[in-house]
């Protein structure tokens, strides 16, 4: 069964940082693209960036290049998002989502909480 | 980008109903749309990609049909856990964009 198990959410000052984490399991991670998807409270959904399987071609939103950066370690089976200089509207639940061979995102993550605020 | 608008944004109806959502884009994406399904406080769960395939232990209840520019899903015959937020989601570009949801609700 895919479990993918989001962790690093909490609370951060505006301008500060933060580091997500998405650990998978049940399935041959180094194999897919893996995303970031987040969700302001009571609002849609977007995506924010992905990142092939070697971690070679990677994209992002443009309301966040430059402030986040995606990452992963295949020996590790994670799926890493670097936050920074993070802002009052970047307040959301982020996911982790891999992608099927279709492109289309299968399995997602439970979740984990980022709110900025002072 | 492209924008992906859905309609209606909310919609009312019943055990039984049969309804449908429509997903237009403001740029052919050929056929790289999915539709998912959210329940509060839960992760989405993919229903159709590809705009018509079904995904494996979707229901068949659930369809979904259309390429280019106009979507749209389709549920067969209500049940009690169908009330939910739908969302579709283009896939053909970056950045990838979802539509803004529709909240289907009970009549």
Known sequence: EVQLVESGGGLVQPGGSLRLSCAASGFTFSYYWMSWVRQAPGKGLEWVANIKQDGGEKYYVDSVKGRFTISRDNAKKSLYLQMNSLRADDTAVYYCAKSSTSWHFDSWGQGTLVTVSS | DIQMTQSPSTLSASVG????????????????????????????????????????????????????????????????????????????????????????EIK
Request: aromatic share 14%; charged share 15%.
């Open chain 2, 17 to 104: 109903d049969r309804v449908t959502i429509t997903c237009r884009a403001s740029q052919s994406i050929s056929g790289w749309l999915a539709w998912y399904q959210q329940k509060p406080g839960k992760a989405p769960k993919v229903l159709i990609y590809k705009a018509s395939s079904l995904e494996s232990g979707v229901p068949s209840r659930f369809s979904g049909s259309g390429s280019g520019t106009e979507f749209t899903l389709t549920i067969s015959s209500l049940q009690p856990d169908d009330f939910a937020t739908y969302y579709c989601q283009q896939y053909n570009s970056y950045p990838y964009t979802f539509g803004q949801g529709t909240k289907l």
